[in-house]
C-alpha cells in the first residue's frame, strides 16, 4: 500500500452526486425511489472544504445534513462494465452533501435544476481520504452523523439501491471518468437542518471521522 497522502480537494475535477440511493431517505421527504436508472446531479469542485466551518448564506433556512460515502476515482473510464468497475476505485472519503433544502423544493417545483441548493460555497465538506486497499466491504460499512452530539443518521452502505459499480458503469456512460473525480453515492435517512452555532461530526464505520462547525453569514 501506497503512503502517498492524496488530497482529493487538489485533484478532484468533477463531481457527480446520486440522490434517493437509500429508500428510506427518498420516504421520509416524500420523494419517489428511482426506478431503472440513479438520478444524479453535479456540484461544483469550488463546493468543497477539508477544514473551516460550513457558511449559510445569510437568510437561507433549512440548511440540511446529508451524510454520504464519496468513491474517489483513481483510473480514468468512459463506457465502464460493472466487472471492472471497481478497478476504477481509487479509494474513499466521508462527504456531506449540504442542501439548502427550502430552495431545493422551490427549484424543484419550478422544474429547475438544484444545483444553487446543493452547490454553494462550502456545501461539500469532505474527510480524509481513505485507501480502497483499507476498507474490507464497500457494501457493509456504517455512516453516522450527530449535529452537538445527537445522532441524527445511522445508516449502512448496504441499504444502497444502486451499488457502485452499477453507479460507475451507468455514469461512465455520459462522463468520462477522470482521476481525482468524486462520486457521491447519496444519503440514508435522517436528515436534518441546522443552524448557526451546531457542530456537525460524521463517521464511516471505525476508518474516518470529521467534525465541521456550521456558521451563518452575517452572524
Ligand atoms: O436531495 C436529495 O434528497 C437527494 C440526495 O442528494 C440524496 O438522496 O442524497
Ligand atoms: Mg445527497
Known amino acids: 500500500m501506497s503512503s502517498k497522502v492524496i488530497r482529493v480537494k487538489e485533484i478532484c475535477r468533477n463531481i457527480i452526486a446520486v440522490g434517493r440511493n437509500y429508500a428510506e ?15 444524479i446531479f453535479g456540484k461544483p469542485v469550488s463546493s468543497i472544504i ?3 466551518s460550513i457558511e449559510i448564506p445569510q437568510g437561507w433556512k433549512e440548511l440540511h445534513h446529508e451524510v454520504e460515502l464519496g468513491v474517489v476515482i483513481g483510473k480514468s473510464g468512459k463506457f465502464i462494465q460493472e466487472e471492472q468497475a471497481m478497478d476504477h476505485v481509487l479509494g ?21 435544476p438544484w444545483f444553487l441548493a446543493k452547490g454553494f460555497d462550502t456545501s461539500c465538506p469532505i474527510s480524509n481520504f481513505i485507501c480502497k486497499s483499507a ?9 453516522q452523523l450527530t449535529v452537538n452530539g445527537v445522532l441524527k443518521q445511522n445508516g ?20 468520462k471518468l477522470e482521476y481525482g473525480d468524486l462520486i457521491l453515492t447519496g444519503t440514508p435517512s435522517g436528515v436534518s437542518a441546522v443552524k448557526h452555532g451546531d457542530v456537525i461530526e460524521a463517521k464511516l464505520d471505525d476508518l474516518v471521522q470529521m467534525k465541521y462547525p456550521v456558521i451563518e453569514h452575517g452572524n
Not at 474513499?92 to 422544474?111: C, F, S
Not at 466491504?137 to 456504517?142: A, G, P, Q, R
Not at 444502497?160 to 455514469?171: D, V
Open 156 to 175: 449502512n452502505t448496504q441499504d444502497m439501491i444502486f451499488k457502485i459499480p452499477n453507479l460507475l458503469s451507468y455514469i461512465s456512460k455520459y462522463f
Open 50 to 52: 477539508t477544514e473551516g
Open 135 to 143: 476498507v474490507k466491504d464497500v457494501n457493509n460499512l456504517n455512516l
Open 25 to 39: 431517505h427518498a420516504k421520509e421527504l416524500g420523494n419517489p425511489v428511482p426506478q431503472g436508472n440513479p438520478l
Open 92 to 112: 474513499y472519503v466521508l462527504v456531506l452533501d449540504m442542501t439548502a433544502r427550502n430552495i431545493q423544493d422551490q427549484l424543484k417545483k419550478q422544474g429547475h
